[in-house]
């Protein structure tokens, strides 16, 4: 297993936001953690990233123990983190933002590669190349915080709401560069409020009810299963 979560709990400060939370993601799968507000979907995602400490459990990433290391050293170890709301730096151009996300690695030509390869997934990036991020659509940002997470050459990639606010041809966009990422064998966690969408991206799905999981299984299963159809496909 590529990232295991075991019994996971978060506090914010009193207030027990997760609780005994397991997730485990297999290596090139996509996995997908749905709920309504205030579930814990971006919690759980935190603690992954080492961004929120934990309270109880464990968290292993390659059969190592990463719940004690700083969102930094996460990050050197594979992870690499999309957060809600894309979180670009504003008043940087697109090639720095996408440079900032290589700022562990001392692979001075890998790097440049890899720019490349962004800039050939994402075409608009290269076209924006010296543009101030802040003025580019909500798309192009969404594609610049993939691109800059891609940057850190990740094994595992957390994607917190990123259809969020866009328009639905964008989304389609987002979800087939998702699609892609994965096919070349990067695993992701996907946090969704868009459940429908989740469902059909991933292979395996976690359901969050105020902070407890309260049911999980094959993404396929979940999107047949009556309560879920009613409570978050609106079906």
Do not use: C, W
Request: charged share 25%; hydrophobic share 45%; glycine share 8%.
């Amino acid at each position: 297993m590529l990232l295991e979560m075991k019994n996971i709990a978060v506090n914010y400060g009193k207030i027990n936001a997760i609780r005994n939370i397991s997730v485990a993601v297999p290596e090139g799968k996509i996995v997908t953690i749905i709920g309504g507000n205030g579930a814990g979907k971006t919690t759980t995602l935190r603690a992954m990233s080492g961004m929120l400490p934990i309270t109880a459990g464990e968290i292993t990433f390659e059969g190592k123990r990463i719940d004690h290391l700083p969102a930094h050293k996460v990050v050197a170890n594979g992870i690499a983190h999309v957060p809600e709301g894309r979180r670009i730096f504003p008043d940087m151009t697109v090639e720095e933002n996408l440079r900032t996300g290589a700022f562990l690695r001392k692979d001075a030509d890998a790097v440049e590669e890899d720019l490349e390869d962004v800039f050939t997934r994402f075409p608009r990036l290269r076209e924006r190349r010296t543009q101030m991020a802040k003025t580019m659509s909500g798309g192009e940002q969404q594609m610049l915080a993939i691109g800059r997470a891609l940057m850190s050459k990740p094994r595992l990639l957390l994607m917190d709401e990123p259809s969020m606010g866009l328009a639905p041809v964008i989304v389609e966009e987002i979800a087939q560069i998702v699609e892609e990422i994965n096919a070349k064998g990067l695993s992701v966690v996907l946090v969704e409020q868009n459940a429908e969408l989740a469902l059909e991206l991933a292979d395996y799905a976690y359901v969050l009810e105020t902070g407890n999981a309260a049911m999980e299984g094959p993404a396929d299963e979940l999107h047949g299963n009556e309560h879920v159809r009613a409570a978050y496909l609106g079906l």
